[in-house]
């Protein structure tokens, strides 16, 4: 047990010396009798991690990490050994460029530059700025790629360098247990996130984090094999001795949207559809913590978890894969007790070697087909619980939210599990701390003092949530006595170690995790989030929700085929590793900055600039106060915006966001310019690359309409944009382009919308014209009602309509209702242009105007 805890340390901290020696900083006097002889070719920045680790680690580990480049001169050559492949087949390190380059001129390259997929075209490779993670000014901003001019402060990157050594260390020093692997992981993915591993001779588009992070995942995986193979390791790359494993939990949209709205249920809905998102995302992060933990890995061995799927590296060992077959077995029984099999964990696993990491793309895909042929056979190892018909179980009554069977306590309208989820969503708002308990006791589970933990029964790992810092410290330590172990996750807030300085358990660990989690809220009643007939009121016009569904275009491709133009084959585990982490990062985390655009304010200052709203909230005693709600007229500037913080309620609804995709709901006009904000954003953070582009779908329905049909709308129109060639948006029943030269994108018509808006407000023209410009256009041409799911026939029609001017007669004609001169020929000649798509102005004007 020793060796393999002193080979994870080691592992993951065995390239700290690279941060170190890029402050330009010397090592102590101790390492510079060591030549190149000890520590190996290109291994001098072992002195300087050594220099740093033998002041908190035992001689063991220093010796690991001094020797990693050349094994043989370890006391411990095999477990050395391990380490040396390990960071081999992380990064496959070799010569990559052919001129060198001085590191610390040169920032990390933002992999998402480097896409390539078939029919695009190269862009200019983008550096990410070196900062550490952090929400100190409220964005993610400091984190987007750009150019290598803008991403340097001066000539050279010392500076930096040594600022975020000085606070690494800072921080360091506050770690209580230095031997918490999970604790330094995550103080490593704050500071060496944005950190080339290497540059000399070398693509400095590795973080250092994530070549740490899987270095010590290989390290782990190859160790096991080793102890518990039917072989051993050998210093060759032919041996498999890697098991990649992938799981993805299907049935996710049809179990979150199976509620229905009565009216004995509607004050509950946003919080228990809220909810019911969160379960399957700690649901996933269960699950794959679940595998780690039986497997004996470590968390660095998840390389990826979001959006209902994991994937895990492991070894290669008989003992992995039966516990991989009772892990899928239980937990798939667990979904047919619990769920009645409306939920199914698919499993599977490639073996593979260290030249096949080279090519972790190829992997992904093989993972991906297995996992699809997997779902073509759901449940095949648990036949007999599926149709077990034996016991016969009376209940009292229908659950009137989720349909389903349950025996009613006094005179409850909802199930357990119902209740258990709205309360979920309603504790997981304006939570500022996750605690996760890892194999939790009988008694906690069955104790009603623990009600406040989410607990996944079946492999007994636990969420709790906290809403501020009073008793964390006793409830933690309280937990950590009843479980295995215990990890405080800080939310949206990468300052996770301002609790160090009170006394925890040795089992306690310490990290940061972001969350989309904007919920609007009220805050003169904390717990109160604002309902779904809330945010339909304080849309502009017409009182109507709009539901947002969006997710990143052919992810599968990217991941496994969008390197290989530039790398060839070589497509590593760290990059595919740090990809994956990249864009949820964007879904996790940014996504909130960019919903904090859109608010209304409990109270203001100059009511001139805001439309006030009056709303019927319920408290928390179940009765009614009026409350008046501000909303801008246009955008605050940012003095202003400050000023009205504290008085400032989300209008934006996150129901989820992360992995690669997102559901979000609001007001139907802030929906509207989320999505285009949000996409713009999104283009930036991934290099304004044309490989890599969002589909979107957007329903506007009544607030009383069932949410679950709703999604479902919005999901055909995402489906629609998708069929239709990708990067679209499907709005108003029309498919449009973001960006596009041949028709008018989505921007341009909303555009043009608020143009045709502000002409009926300032009354040079009424809402009767509006209306009659659509009628002109559907009278004059044979309008195409069929919905059109193909690229071509989208293209086809859409040049159809772009070149009918049979409407021209009757627009010209409505114009002489225009009785400014000037106006009517600017208009005509602005509008002209945008009457093949006129429907959707038209359903704007006549939404806002209402």
């Known amino acids: 047990m020793k060796n393999v805890e002193n080979l994870k340390i080691a592992a993951l901290l065995h390239d700290i010396g690279k941060f170190y020696q890029r402050t330009d900083k010397s090592h102590s006097e101790e390492y510079k009798k060591y030549s190149q002889d000890d520590y190996g070719k290109n291994g001098a920045h072992a002195k300087w991690s050594c220099d740093f680790l ?21 006391n411990y050559p095999d477990l050395c050994s391990i380490l040396k492949k390990a960071d081999h087949h992380s990064a496959s390190e070799r010569e990559d460029i052919d001129d060198t380059q001085e590191v610390n001129k040169t920032p990390l390259i933002s992999l998402f530059s480097k896409i390539v997929l078939e029919g695009n075209d190269k862009v200019d490779e983008q550096y990410i700025p070196l900062n550490k993670l952090s929400l100190d000014d409220g964005s993610f901003n400091n984190l987007k790629p750009a150019a290598k001019k803008d991403t340097m402060g001066g000539w050279n990157l010392v500076p930096e360098y040594n600022n975020l050594w000085d606070e690494f260390n800072s921080e360091f020093e506050l770690i209580q247990n230095k031997t918490d692997f999970n604790t330094l992981l995550a103080l490593l993915k704050k500071y060496a996130s944005t950190m080339p591993s290497a540059a000399y001779k070398s693509k400095s588009d590795i973080s250092l984090y994530d070549h740490s992070k899987t270095t010590a995942a290989l390290a782990v995986s190859r160790y096991l094999f080793n102890r518990d193979g039917d072989v051993k390791l050998t210093q060759t790359n032919d041996l498999n001795c890697y098991l990649a494993i992938e799981g993805d939990i299907s049935g996710i949209q049809k179990f979150i949207f199976k509620i229905s709205s009565p009216q004995e249920a ?22 794959a913590t679940h595998i780690a933990e039986e497997l004996e890995l470590c968390e660095a061995n998840i390389l990826f978890c979001g959006g209902g799927r994991f994937t895990i590296i492991g070894p290669n060992t008989k003992m992995a894969k039966e516990k991989l077959a009772e892990i899928k077995s239980k937990i798939n029984k667990f979904f047919i007790d619990e769920f009645n099999a409306e939920l199914y964990l698919a499993l599977v696993s490639i073996e593979c070697c260290g030249n096949d990491l080279d090519k972790f793309g190829q992997i992904t895909r093989k993972l991906s087909n297995k996992l699809n042929e997997d779902k073509k056979h759901k449940f095949s190892d648990n036949l007999d619980e599926v149709f077990n018909f034996d016991e016969e179980i009376k209940y009292d009554d229908l659950c009137s939210v989720c349909g389903m069977p349950y025996n009613r306590n006094f005179d409850e309208k909802t199930c357990d599990m119902c209740e258990s989820h709205e309360k979920l969503g309603q504790n997981s708002v304006n939570a500022k701390y996750m605690i996760k308990c890892i194999d939790i006791s009988e008694d906690v589970i069955n104790n009603d003092n623990y009600k406040g933990i989410y607990i996944i029964r079946p492999i007994k790992i636990g969420y709790y949530f906290i809403k501020n810092d009073s008793k964390l410290v006793d409830t933690v330590n309280g937990l950590s006595k009843k479980c295995k172990q215990v990890e405080v996750i800080k939310l949206n807030d990468t300052n996770f170690l301002n609790l160090a300085n009170y006394e925890f358990n040795d089992n306690v660990s310490f990290s940061f995790s972001f969350m989309g989690n904007t919920v609007p809220n009220f805050k003169k009643y904390y717990h109160m989030p604002l309902y779904f007939e809330h945010l339909a009121e304080i849309s502009k016009g017409s009182n109507k929700l709009g539901v947002l569904k969006m997710d990143v275009d052919n992810l599968g491709l990217i991941l496994s085929e969008g390197l290989r133009e530039v790398y060839g084959n070589n497509c590593s585990i760290s990059r595919i590793s740090s990809l994956s982490s990249q864009l949820d990062m964007f879904f996790s985390g940014f996504v909130n900055n960019i919903a904090s655009d859109f608010k209304v304010y409990s109270k203001v200052f100059d009511n001139e600039k805001f439309d006030e709203i009056k709303l019927n909230i319920q408290n928390d005693n179940k009765s009614e106060d009026v409350i008046h709600v501000f909303k801008p007229k246009e955008e605050l500037n940012d003095n202003e915006k400050k000023k009205l913080g504290e008085y400032a309620i989300p209008t934006i609804h996150i129901t989820y966001s992360g992995g690669d995709d997102l559901l979000v709901l609001g007001p139907y006009d802030d929906i509207i310019d989320f999505a285009s904000k949000l996409r713009k954003e999104f283009k930036q953070w991934t290099a304004c690359n044309p490989s890599i582009d969002l589909s979107a779908g957007i329903s506007i329905v009544a607030p009383k309409f069932p949410i679950g049909k709703a999604v479902n709308f919005s999901e055909s129109y995402l489906e629609r944009s998708k069929s239709c060639g990708k990067s679209k948006i499907t709005l108003f029943n029309e498919v449009l382009p973001w960006d596009n030269n041949q028709f008018k994108s989505f921007d341009e018509i909303r555009k043009f919308s608020s143009y045709l808006e502000k002409l009926v407000i300032d009354e040079k023209v009424s809402k009767g014209f509006v209306y009659s410009l659509l009628f002109a256009w559907q009278n004059s041409f044979q309008y195409n009602s069929k919905v059109i799911n193909d690229e071509d026939k989208w293209v086809d029609e859409n040049c159809h309509k772009k070149e009918f001017n049979g409407f021209i007669p009757k627009f010209v004609y409505k114009l002489r209702l225009i009785k400014d001169d000037n106006l009517r020929d600017r208009f005509m000649k602005k509008c002209k242009c945008f009457m093949p798509w006129i429907k959707i102005p038209v359903s704007w004007v006549s939404l806002r105007l209402r």
Do not use: E, F, P, W
């Not at 908190?56 to 001169?73: E, G």
């Open 54 to 74: 033998d002041k908190y680690y035992n001689d063991d580990i220093v010796d690991l990490v001094l020797y990693h480049h050349n094994h043989t001169k370890s």
């Open 266 to 287: 509607q004050s509950g809905m946003s919080k228990r559809l809220r909810g019911r998102s969160l379960y399957l995302t700690l649901l996933c992060d269960a699950i």
